[in-house]
């Protein structure tokens, strides 16, 4: 009986260290999203809202929404992405979002914000930073490096970690299961068993990934499929009445992140948010994008060319070659000659002091302009005056040696035949010529 007793003590004492071995991975994978980790092997900081996947996202955040007649909005390439414009819209303008930021390396932040029509912001939509989606930090981390999970890390394929930042749920498939207490002993154990200690490590790999890259805290996540793109909802602090959602969207290995802010308690702003959400996507920029959308621009009337119309129409082809600065003299050159357009003008303005030390503006009483490029400009007009009062001159000569009135006549018709050439051949090279700076 003794002996008895003495083998079953035995075999409890080595199932309880079987259990022990077998749990105790599972455990430290518990223990390092929950309270974080700093050792040779990982550094990780806890951050509990990141350990679930997709997370209940809502499209229709107001009660309300109303779809409007497609004919008043235009699709277009803003950059790399695609973009809604309200080209016919009665109660909707666009203004240009321009950020330099300053003392980096960064370029520029261009984008969009929708107002009403007394300039009231609705929603503003920002592209951000852009680079490589890979994995440096694995180095960083021994555990990551250990070459058997290195080796399944990096047998993943691109598509498959994008995919899983947004939906794998690192609290579910492990001892995080809500509802284990109410399940028996085997069951519990025996789901231990099915996750190897790879997965483990690819959930620690993936949560590390969502701390680096989904940088804010977010209480929402959704994650399209057929366009490879994330978003994250961060709500308003405090009385704030504005909620920012952040869009990640992958496309041949490079990371394109937009910012969409939209105003809270808005019919017209969430419909605004709506539609930029469902046709954002990722779209090849391209020169050629902003030859046409320039010649579109070239096509309407003046009176269009000089309102916000026309300004949507230059300010979208100028996004596709932010460097050349023919699209932003005449993006304020044209404004200038328009009606109510002081609010876009001041953007601009003051996008192009910065970057350039001069505003580009044709009107005395708004120019501004460091001393360097006003010398550049007084040189440049100088020139241009000298070489006119040089073809006068040549005019003059030429107007004075005719052998009769009959040839007077003659040359001054060939002159205005050439003239109309000229401006048609000047017209297409106007346009080609905005390819290049």
């Known amino acids: 009986m003794r002996l ?12 309880a ?25 990982i550094k990780l900081s806890p951050h509990p809202a990141k350990l679930y996947g997709e997370k209940n996202f809502k499209m229709e955040r107001v009660e309300g929404i109303y779809h409007e007649d497609e004919s008043l909005w235009g699709i277009f390439p803003f950059s790399n992405v695609q973009i809604s414009l309200p080209l016919k ?14 003392g980096t390396a960064e370029k520029l932040e261009m984008g969009l914000t929708y107002t009403d029509q007394n300039y009231h912001k609705l929603v503003t939509m920002i592209l951000k930073r852009h680079g490589k989606f890979q994995f440096p930090f694995i180095s960083d981390h021994k555990l990551f490096s250990l070459p058997l999970f290195k080796k399944y890390i990096l047998g993943k394929s691109n598509k498959q970690i994008w995919k899983d930042l947004f ?11 809500k509802h ?8 519990y154990l025996t789901d231990l068993y099915s996750v190897s200690y790879r997965d483990l490590v690819y959930s620690l790999f993936i949560y590390y990934l969502r701390i680096e890259l989904l940088n804010e805290d977010f209480e929402e996540s959704r994650y399209f499929e057929g366009r490879g793109m994330g978003v994250i909802y961060i709500p308003p602090k405090s009385e704030k009445s504005f909620q920012k959602e952040i869009v990640f969207i992958l496309e041949k290995g490079e990371i394109y992140t937009v910012e969409i802010v939209s105003k809270i308690k808005s019919i017209m702003a969430e419909s605004l948010r709506i539609r930029l959400l469902e046709h954002l996507k990722y779209v090849e920029d391209s020169d ?19 309102s916000n119309l026309g300004m949507m129409y230059l300010y979208t082809a100028w996004s596709h070659v932010p460097e050349n600065t023919k699209f932003l003299k005449e993006l304020i050159h044209f404004l200038e000659r328009g009606k109510d357009n002081s609010i876009p ?3 601009l303005y003051r996008y192009a002091y910065e970057k350039y030390g001069s505003n580009f503006s044709q009107l005395i009483e708004k120019r501004n302009e460091t001393f360097d490029e006003k010398m550049k400009r007084l040189h440049s007009e100088a020139l241009d005056k000298e070489i006119e009062e040089e073809r006068q001159k040549k005019v003059r000569y030429d107007a004075d040696n005719f052998e009769s009135d009959n040839a007077r ?9 050439d003239q109309d050439k000229s401006e048609d051949f000047k017209e297409v090279k106007i346009e080609e010529d905005y390819l290049t700076d």
Do not use: C, W
Request: proline share 4%; hydrophobic share 40%; no cysteine.
């Open 4 to 15: 008895l007793i003495r083998i079953i003590s035995i075999l409890g004492i080595l199932l």
């Open 17 to 41: 260290l079987s259990i022990g071995i077998l749990i105790a991975p599972y455990f430290a994978y518990n223990y390092v999203v929950k309270q974080g980790m700093d050792n040779e092997y």
């Open 89 to 102: 819209h009665p109660q909707i303008r666009v203004l240009p979002h321009l950020n330099l930021p300053k």
């Open 167 to 177: 939906t794998r749920d690192l609290t579910t498939t492990f001892i995080l299961r």
């Open 180 to 187: 284990f207490k109410s399940r028996n002993l085997v069951d």
């Open 288 to 306: 050629s994008n902003a030859h046409e959308i320039y010649a579109l621009y070239k096509r309407v009337d003046y009176e269009e060319r000089i």
């Open 345 to 347: 003008l001041e953007i």
């Open 409 to 417: 006549r003659d040359y001054y018709l060939q002159k205005a035949k």
